[in-house]
């Protein structure tokens, strides 16, 4: 998978589908900034926590916007092979082929800088 490309392509999707429910997209757009808002945490480390969590319930679209969005909060490459591995500890087997396919996205996404 190319996850750049299935990263513009969501944010497309995304952008049809708000015009199908927009107040519901306008709901979860407001969800999400606010959830990633600074505050105790960072919103690097927020999108840590997101990346974690998209490794541990299997989400491909969701492992490539938090992939895109830590390193665009500033995540280095160290922080986030360490979330890959908590990840791991928390979902166990299947945890590590999304933790492979995470890898994956961020050699992408860096090769686009």
Not at 82 to 107: H, Q, R
């Amino acid at each position: 998978m190319n996850y750049p490309q299935h990263y513009d392509r969501l944010v497309r999707l995304m952008g049809e589908l708000g015009t199908e429910i927009p107040n519901t997209l306008q709901a979860f757009q407001g969800l999400h900034k606010a959830a990633v808002a600074p505050n105790a945490l960072s919103t690097k480390h927020k999108e840590l926590v997101a990346l974690g969590i998209a490794i541990a319930v299997r989400c491909d679209g969701c492992i490539a916007y938090h992939i895109h969005d830590a390193l665009k909060a500033g995540a280095t490459r160290e922080e986030i092979v360490e979330t890959l591995g908590v990840a791991v500890l928390m979902g166990g087997g299947p945890a590590v082929v999304y933790a492979c396919e995470a890898m994956e996205a961020l050699v992408q996404f860096e090769e686009l800088k």
